[in-house]
């Protein structure tokens, strides 16, 4: 039993097939007695159980990041340079970041005075801010009213609408989004007349299409350049995976 002891965490944490155990091959009388002698061992040293979690999870995450740099570039085109996403910072940057955001989104919100100081300090970003309407039908609507602005009015008015529902606290009515409109400025019955077009319905269409196909399932998602950031990124966080992808190049 004392060797049993002695071996068991290396039977467990490497899985060797030519060293495995025939479990098959044990009587149900010593089935029983090898099952409570794992029992005992994990809980007189529960810290075998935690490093054995801790190197599945780092293979998991390992995992996660070779799909994602795959499925990033597989879609490079369409996350960088479709023909109809805003294009903020610099478009000729060195370095390519894509969000995907909803307006309706906690995290969104929070994440979005982080994302302009980024681009505000940093000259060489190109910013690409994909719509992603995923929570409720106040988010669709707001979604609608900025692409829509794009459209009729360019990649200033909707900069200045997208900022604007970023600071929103309240909820998304038709009322709402007419007063933002008037009181930017804008020729609010044009965009609105655009908001249900073939048009809009067509990007927010294939923004959802790329977001599966890049398996995000949330806002919001970054992607910097082949490496997919899942859920709010702190400002210094940013800057140190601009600064890696700059030294990697």
């Known amino acids: 039993m004392m060797l049993l002891r002695l071996t068991l965490p290396i039977l467990m ?35 075998v159980l935690q490093e054995a ?30 023909d109809h996403s805003f294009v903020g910072g610099n478009p000729d940057g060195d370095v390519r970041i894509v969000e995907f955001l909803d ?41 609608r009213f900025a692409i829509a602005t794009q459209l009729v009015a360019g990649d200033d008015a909707y900069k200045d609408v997208h900022d604007t529902l970023m600071e929103f606290q309240g909820d998304v009515t038709a009322q709402t989004l007419n007063r933002l409109g008037d009181t930017l400025g804008l020729d609010t019955a044009a965009i609105t007349a655009a908001m249900d077009s073939d048009d809009v319905s067509d990007i927010i269409r294939e923004n959802r299409a790329l977001a599966q196909r890049l398996q995000i399932s949330g806002t919001p998602t970054f992607v910097f350049e082949d490496q997919m950031v899942r859920g709010y990124v702190e400002l210094a966080q940013m800057e140190q995976l601009v600064e890696e992808l700059r030294t990697a190049n």
Request: with cysteine; glycine share 6%.
């Open 103 to 143: 307006y309706r989104c906690g995290f969104c919100k929070r994440a979005h005075p982080e994302v302009v100081a980024l681009i505000e300090a940093d000259r060489n970003i190109r910013y690409v801010i994909k719509e992603l309407p995923i929570l409720g039908e106040q988010s669709v609507l707001a979604s």
């Open 53 to 82: 979690i801790g190197i599945l999870r780092q293979r998991e995450q390992n995992a996660q990041t070779v799909a994602d740099r795959a499925m990033a570039g597989a879609n490079e085109d369409a996350l960088f340079y479709d």
């Open 13 to 47: 944490l490497t899985a060797q097939p030519t060293f495995g155990l025939e479990l098959d091959a044990m009587t149900d009388e010593e089935r029983a007695i090898f099952g409570e002698e794992v029992r005992s061992y994990l809980l007189e040293n529960p810290e």
